[in-house]
């Protein structure tokens, strides 16, 4: 299957993280859950290189839960909400804030306008959102984008299968990304992105 290789991926990257602890919304039932039998030999292609101590303090203290090593993320293809395909790796040498959301979802509708507020403060040094919706049309999703005037990029993931390899089981689920495309850390619930704790945070990475 198209996704099968990173699937294999996803269950070797994410059982590093540890669970959040802030407001989510569990994923409906319809996302797949990730199994595989056997990982076979592929799993190889995972490497991880050790992750910057002060980063990872800093990362915990402002709610990210972290790997142990900093670890690449799993690629995809998905369509924007103008029908064209994008790749998370389209977005390398940005840091990206990859987000996974659902407009019924209470706290990711909470977090939207934050997200849209650091989006336009940093998107000119290099800070992309990349929001992932899970399991809604383009219709639905635009809809909510045009009643919240979000700018940032968004994708639809209707059949669940990224946010199920990314392990987003409640959501909002959001990743950082430095711009080696590398996992920093994961934040499950919405956060005030735009507090000075969060945008100092994001500018220290940035000037990575």
């Given amino acids: 299957k ?19 602890t ?25 490497v991880s290189q050790p ?24 690629e995809f293809e998905l369509f924007n909400l103008d ?21 019924w979802c209470g706290p990711c509708q909470s977090e939207m306008p934050a997200m849209e507020s650091v989006y336009k403060e940093l998107k000119d040094d290099g800070f992309v959102i990349l929001a992932v919706d899970l399991g809604e049309d383009q219709a639905k999703v ?14 639809l993931d209707e059949t669940n299968a990224v946010g199920s390899m990314y392990n987003a089981q409640s959501i909002p689920t959001t990743y950082l990304l ?18 000075e704790q969060y945008m100092t945070l994001f500018r220290e990475i940035l000037d990575m």
């Fill in 83 to 103: 029908g064209i395909q994008e790749k998370l790796s389209d977005y390398r040498g940005k840091v990206v804030f990859l987000n996974f959301w659902a407009t």
């Fill in 2 to 20: 198209k996704y099968a290789f990173l699937i294999i991926i996803s269950i070797l990257v994410f059982p590093a993280f540890s669970k959040g």
């Fill in 51 to 74: 992750l910057n101590m002060d980063l990872k303090v800093k990362l915990n203290r402002a709610g990210f839960d972290t790997p142990k090593d900093t670890l690449p993320s799993i």
């Fill in 22 to 46: 802030k407001e989510a919304e569990p994923v409906s039932e319809s996302v797949p859950a990730a199994e595989v039998a056997d990982k076979g030999e592929e799993a190889e292609a995972v």
């Fill in 178 to 195: 430095d711009r080696e495309g590398n996992i920093l850390g994961r934040s499950v619930g919405a956060s005030p992105w735009e507090d």
């Fill in 142 to 155: 635009q809809s909510f984008a045009d009643e919240y005037g979000l700018t940032f990029p968004i994708v």
